[in-house]
């Protein structure tokens, strides 16, 4: 009788993994099918979600540009990017900063430290670079008089809307990631303060049309804050490692000389000589005099209470310097003296066990009296 063999087939060809994966492969082609005639009908409300709204085609000499306003379906692509930026914070999260956190074994104070410093090290060196780009390319910097003339600038290229729509979506996407993040209770006050500043400048700069002067301002805001996070990194991988501190220092205190110079030449005297001085909502003019000194006032105040606490913050470092100094010094002046007590009590005989001996290590014999 002969025997038939059996032959074993691979699992990628059985009949019940074609089945299944032939019926996978169908189903997604029809979802794709599904998905490109939705997004031919809903094609007008998805760029209204990923492009700026509001443009308006200007007349130039070599043609014309395309120019973009503020109104209220910018709230849609803000809300478009907040969920991006959520997305690409779980990515440096789970892919960058969970990696080296297994590494260094930090405790949960420095772990929560650590990750906040990681993902403003990534989004302020980001930013650092657009804007940087931004203001070179639309010619800034080169003429410095374009930061007040032709006031108000309701006319936005479209990577200037484009950035600073991008700049609402990060900070409001902050206030979310308190919770995502399990933030401690300590911690939340001070980091709802300096993200209700960031959105407070970003979104008044944008409002009042002084998009120009806020772009440099971020820049140099967003230089200092990124020198002062990766000292904070550093900081946290080798303790001994303050070199990045104190250039952080140096920049912090220029950035803030800057910053008042800056807002002053541009509000204080060149919107107060604009022959344009009238309070227009309809036509985003807001240049009177009550509102330039409230912008001026703003600026200062932020610009003070950030150099409070900076100054506070030296004071409490250089405190605890001084006191290890004076702890180190301490514990060396005890030191040799417990040694020279040590030697004091050998050259008179020591105590060991209880009893005392002489230098040769032997007991001294007690003498015996003799009964009278």
């Known amino acids: 009788m ?7 087939s691979h699992p990628l060809f059985s009949q019940e993994f074609l089945i299944h994966n032939h019926a996978d492969i169908g189903f997604c082609l029809v979802l794709c ?17 990923i492009l700026p709204q509001y443009n308006v085609s200007m007349p130039t000499t070599d043609g014309e540009v395309v120019l973009y306003h503020y109104g ?6 803000i809300l478009f990017y907040i969920f991006i930026a959520i997305i690409l914070h779980a990515v440096v999260q789970e892919y960058v900063l969970d990696k080296i956190n297994r590494r260094l074994h930090l405790s949960k104070i420095k772990h929560s430290k650590f990750n906040e410093s990681g993902q403003l090290v990534a989004f302020h060196l980001a930013s650092v670079i657009w804007s940087l780009y931004v203001v070179i390319t639309e010619g800034y910097l080169s003429n410095p008089k374009s930061l007040w003339e032709s006031y108000p600038h309701i006319h936005l290229p479209f990577q200037v809307k484009f950035f600073y729509l991008c700049q609402l979506s990060y900070w409001l996407h902050a206030l979310p990631e308190l919770y995502f993040q399990k933030v401690r209770k300590e911690e939340i006050p001070r980091q709802l303060q300096y993200i209700s500043l960031y959105l407070l400048h970003i979104a008044g700069a944008y409002l009042l049309n002084l998009t120009r002067l806020g772009l ?16 904070r990194l550093f900081y946290f991988t080798d303790e001994n490692n303050e070199k990045l501190f104190h250039a952080w220092a140096v920049v912090f205190v220029i950035t803030r000389l800057f910053t008042l110079t800056l807002s002053v030449l541009v509000i204080g005297f060149g919107l107060a000589r604009s022959e344009n001085q009238a309070f227009d909502p309809e036509k985003g003019n807001f240049n009177t005099l009550l509102f330039r000194m409230c912008v001026l006032l703003l600026v200062c105040f932020s610009q003070a209470w950030m150099m409070w606490h900076f100054i506070h913050f030296q004071l409490r470092r250089w405190r605890e310097y001084w006191n290890e100094q004076y702890a180190r010094k301490k514990t060396a002046a005890v030191v040799p003296a417990k040694q020279q007590l040590k030697t004091m009590k050998r050259e008179s005989g020591y105590h060991e066990n209880g009893v005392v001996k002489s230098e040769n290590g032997t007991s001294p014999r007690i003498k015996k009296f003799k009964s009278p």
Not at 2 to 8: E, G
């Open 72 to 77: 209220l379906k910018d709230l849609v692509t």
């Open 216 to 231: 440099i301002l971020l820049l140099l805001q967003y230089v200092a804050e990124f020198l002062f996070h990766m000292a």
């Open 33 to 49: 099918v599904l998905l490109s005639l939705m997004f031919e009908v809903t094609a007008k409300t998805a760029f209204l979600f």
């Open 2 to 8: 002969a025997f038939r063999r059996r032959t074993k």
